[in-house]
């Protein structure tokens, strides 16, 4: 079964508001973990990455924190847009296989 | 342009037959991944080759097939024995070296009907 799953399936959030997508997974061998964005009949684009040493990374306009005490993961998207409109999946790596989970679609209300 | 090329976009096909997704990369990745995608779920990994002429079976390949005759193509073919085939196939490439971030093409949607 799956070792990488979202604690909610969907979020909506006012635009402008920061949105905070959270993930949980199992498998503490994971050396790596990402987060990808898939927009609506397209494929999965990259977003961020953290490795297993790290606890946080930031890039534009988002945050990735990890904390491997509790296996938890979440993105924090900062003065959310219309644009981020998407499902959101978070993703783990062991020995070059990724696991994915089941998704938070995010909905952005204008 | 460098990126992944999915076709066709669209597949409708009668149940029993075979079809076959084609899927082809030029950003010189070694590795190739296919996903399954059904509405509401995340991606489960179908089949993955991190070389050429060779492949591994990943979560759900029961009545997948697969090729890798070229670095830049990885086919799929999906046979009559997938009892429930109609669902949104993801092909994706990563280096072997580094993240292995994975790059995802656009995506084949197929219908059986």
């Known amino acids: 079964g799956e070792s990488v799953g979202l604690h909610l399936p969907t979020l909506s959030v006012q635009e402008g508001d920061n949105s905070i997508i959270n993930c949980a997974y199992s498998?503490?061998?994971?050396?790596?973990f990402i987060w990808y964005k898939q927009e609506s009949g397209k494929g999965p684009q990259f977003i961020i990455d953290?490795?297993?040493?790290?606890d946080k990374r930031q890039g534009q306009r988002v945050t990735v924190l990890l904390n491997k005490t509790v296996k938890h993961l979440s993105l924090q998207i900062a003065a959310t847009q219309p644009g981020d409109s998407a499902v959101y999946f978070c993703?783990?790596?062991?020995?070059?296989?990724?696991?994915f989970g089941a998704g938070t679609t995010v909905t952005v209300r204008a | 342009d460098g990126g992944i090329t999915q076709s066709p976009k669209y597949l409708f096909r009668k149940e029993g037959q075979n079809v076959t997704l084609s899927c082809e990369q030029n950003l010189n990745h070694d590795a190739m991944y296919w996903y399954r995608q059904d509405p509401g779920q995340g991606l489960r990994l179908i089949y993955y080759s991190q070389i050429v002429n060779d492949f591994q079976k990943g979560d759900i390949a029961e009545g997948y097939s697969v090729s890798r005759e070229k670095k830049e193509s990885f086919p799929l073919t999906v046979t009559s024995a997938q009892k429930n085939p109609t669902a949104f196939y993801l092909c994706?490439?990563?280096?072997?070296?580094?993240?292995?971030?994975?790059?995802f093409g656009a995506g084949s949607r197929l219908t059986v009907l």
């Open positions: 993703a783990e790596r062991d020995d070059y296989k990724l696991s």
């Open positions: 994706a490439s990563s280096q072997l070296s580094g993240a292995n971030v994975l790059t």
């Open positions: 953290i490795r297993s040493n790290m």
């Open positions: 498998n503490s061998a994971s050396d790596y």
